[in-house]
């Protein structure tokens, strides 16, 4: 027990909920991304797809993981300024899931251009 005292700081479990609950957010966007990708390249031959959907599913993951750790970050920032735990967890929130959505919109088109061009060249 004696290890574990950080988990009743109340800042650090709000900062634990913001990282986890942004990062859960950011994967759901993501698959739906995903699935509107799978529409874009319908015709496609499943070896050029297979490269775009690689290259958005690093992409999507590395996007996830950074918008978490940013959300972590910034309601620690705003805990440390004094704001409500309650009101840090759901700015950083909602600034990283509006950043993430954009993010993964904008990877996505990567993901389609990339299938694009291997389609094009092979």
Same mark, same amino acid.
């Given at each position: 027990?004696?290890?574990?005292?950080?988990? @009743?700081?109340?800042?650090?479990? +709000?900062?634990?909920? +913001?990282?986890?609950?942004?990062?859960?957010?950011?994967?759901? +966007?993501?698959? #739906?991304?995903?699935?509107?990708?799978?529409? #874009?390249? @319908?015709?496609?031959?499943?070896?050029? =797809?297979?490269?775009?959907?690689?290259? $958005?599913?690093?992409?999507?993951?590395?996007?996830?993981?950074?918008?978490?750790?940013?959300?972590?970050?910034?309601?620690?920032?705003?805990?440390?300024?004094?704001?409500?735990?309650?009101?840090?967890?759901?700015?950083?929130? +909602?600034?990283?899931?509006? =950043?993430?959505?954009?993010?993964?919109?904008?990877?996505?088109?990567?993901?389609?251009?990339?299938?694009? $061009?291997?389609?094009?060249t092979s």
């Amino acid at each position: 027990m004696h290890g574990l005292r950080w988990i @009743n700081n109340k800042n650090v479990v +709000a900062k634990i909920i +913001a990282a986890l609950t942004t990062f859960v957010i950011n994967i759901a +966007a993501g698959v #739906a991304v995903l699935l509107m990708m799978g529409i #874009a390249m @319908n015709g496609f031959n499943e070896r050029d =797809a297979t490269g775009g959907a690689v290259a $958005y599913i690093i992409l999507g993951l590395i996007i996830s993981v950074t918008m978490s750790l940013g959300a972590f970050f910034l309601s620690g920032r705003l805990i440390k300024k004094h704001f409500s735990s309650a009101a840090s967890v759901l700015i950083g929130i +909602a600034v990283f899931v509006f =950043a993430g959505i954009v993010l993964k919109i904008i990877s996505g088109l990567i993901g389609v251009g990339i299938a694009e $061009y291997l389609r094009v060249t092979s």
